[in-house]
Antibody, heavy 120, light 106 residues
């Protein structure tokens, strides 16, 4: 059974940093691209970052580029999201998701999410 | 960036009613994917590559479309189908989601 479990969320002041983790199990982690998707309170879904199987390629939307860094440790089946220079608009539940598909990428498994609140 | 516009924003349907949700893309995409999110839970993949049902999805659901216009149809609404449905394109970065359709039971 595929399982993704996020951790590391919490309350952080604007301008500070936070690192999220995602522990994966039930599949060969190193064979899959992985991603982070977030959802602000009462809002829709926003893709945040994607990383290739080896970690050599990463992708971000403009809203987080230069502030967030996605990484992975295939030996530990773990995914990470380093978030720097946090803003109030980064307040959201952050989901770890497995990306799949060939010509039309999608997310076939999601974790339960971890809440990040950016506030003074 | 490909913008996805979902309609309606909110709707209510009676048990047994046929329901159609639409998703329009600002540029042509290869496929559309759909997610169901019930209140307080994480999204679940529901329909992928436009028309393929994810594991465990009842066959009263179907998906169709091409180019810039896609839809999700429920043949006969059931209580358990009340949720928010999001479309998502994976044809180009940035990956984008629609703003969602909240489907309620009448």
């Amino acid at each position: 059974e595929v399982q993704l479990v996020e951790s590391g969320g919490g309350l952080v002041q604007p301008g500070r940093s936070l690192k999220l983790s995602c522990a994966a199990s039930g599949f060969t982690f190193s064979n899959y691209y992985m991603a982070w998707v977030r959802q602000a309170p009462k809002k829709g879904l926003e893709w945040v970052a994607t990383i290739s199987t080896s970690g050599s390629r990463t992708y971000y939307p403009d809203s987080v580029k230069g502030r967030f860094t996605i990484s992975r440790d295939n030996a530990k089946s773990s995914l990470y999201l380093q978030m720097n220079s946090l803003k109030s608009e980064d307040t959201a539940t952050y989901y770890c998701a497995r990306r799949t598909g060939r010509s039309g990428w999608y997310f076939d498994f999601w974790g339960p999410g971890t809440m990040v609140t950016v506030s003074s | 960036e490909i913008v996805l516009t979902q309609s309606p924003t909110t709707m209510a349907a009676s048990p047994g009613e046929k329901v159609t949700l639409t998703c329009r893309a600002s540029s042509s995409v290869s496929y559309m994917h759909w997610y169901q999110q019930r209140s307080g839970t994480s999204p679940k993949l529901w329909i992928y590559e436009t028309s393929k049902l994810a594991s465990g999805v009842p066959n009263r659901f179907s998906g169709s479309g091409s180019g810039t216009s896609y839809s999700l149809t429920i043949n006969s609404m059931e209580t358990e189908d009340a949720a928010t449905y999001y479309c998502q394109q994976g044809s180009s970065y940035p990956l984008t989601f629609g703003s969602g359709t909240k489907l309620e039971i009448k």
